[in-house]
């Protein structure tokens, strides 16, 4: 049922998505990762209407902060009557969320066209950090962005938390893409989560694979392990 | 195309979900409005699949505060490095947004089992808000509840912001059904907003009405005048 990691790196690098489900002891759910420089108003609709969870942009911790974002929790612990709030859930780890966001020429921010769009801007702001331009990445997300708005952004913290935020970001990086992606729980019709099988049929209608956390994580291990030495 | 509130106000009061359409001048858009108390895991499905847009819980500002809750705004703006991403959106007014929460009983937090069971045990702090016994409520809520989580809540200010937090606020009002909503918005097949005739067929295969956000302001305005006197 499950592909191997080289065949969703084949298709993440085509600007394809992949199918990513987690662990059995962890959320046991399946995400859909698009890359996010190449998102469509047609994927922010397939999302919504075959896949049902929340459309998620994300991008790593590090890239996050060059921005002046930080963690939702770490947000919530300097307000005095939330704090409280902050807990781990019960799969383990706090959240990837850090804020959510509207990019400043969408209409409402929900339609897929803004959604799309907003998403194609932070990819962009992402692509002005990775190139080093960190001062003008971060005066344009300022700019040209307002919070609250409808795109959950996550950071993940590759290496410390294992959840799909930082699946989709291990690939990433194997598939040498950008640190920028888009990914949404599959819920399928059963109101749970989808299950595997079930994912596989959808990844088949979209010619793409369902992949494995755990072979991600052992792939991107030995990978690391190569390139350290 | 567009019925009487008294219609709305009666499906409402029956549990039942009602259509609302902003104002051409606003958003443009219609959002799904169910009464939360009731809210069943598959209704969460039908507005995910059908309706498309963030599947939100609204109370009333007042009741938020209460406990301790804030608009995001307010949140932001108390951190340096993110109070300049706070800005009034295209259509004017700052937005209904306070935090994302999760109930502490949930598996992942996405799920339709899971999302309901939220705004089920955020319409029951509600009612005891609403009862008065607002130490419990807030004792309740804080031990109950995590954020970040997957179910954003809405603070409608009613008299000052006329947005779909508000209007379906207003309905409850007039409803007498408590101040605990769960709306989404109806984004239909096109990649912009579902246009009210869209809308018309699918309350019609609800069994509901689609009501006009002028009528109800209207409706609403004409009740506290007498109510006042």
Redesign the interface.
Known sequence: MFATVEEGIKRLRAGKPVLIYDFDER?G?VDIVYPAEVIT??D??FM??IA???ICFVTRYEIGRVL???L??R??R??D??S????????GDE?A?S????H?K????????DRALTIRELAEIVKLVQEGRTEYAKVKF?EN??????V?ILLGRVGERYGHTELSLMLAELANVSPALVIC?I?G?S???ATPAECLKIAEKLGTVLLRGSDIVKYYEEYRARYRT
Not at 84 to 91: A, H, Q
Not at 99 to 102: A, K, L
Not at 106 to 113: L, N, P, S, Y
């Open positions: 959320e759910e108003p047609q922010i609709a919504r209407q049902g969870g929340l002046g974002l930080d939702q929790t947000i919530l300097k307000i009557s939330l409280s709030l902050v807990k781990r859930p019960s799969y959240p969320f804020i959510w966001v509207n400043v969408v209409k409402t921010g929900i339609r897929d066209t300022i962005f307002y919070s609250p708005g409808h959950p729980e819920l019709t109101h749970e989560a």
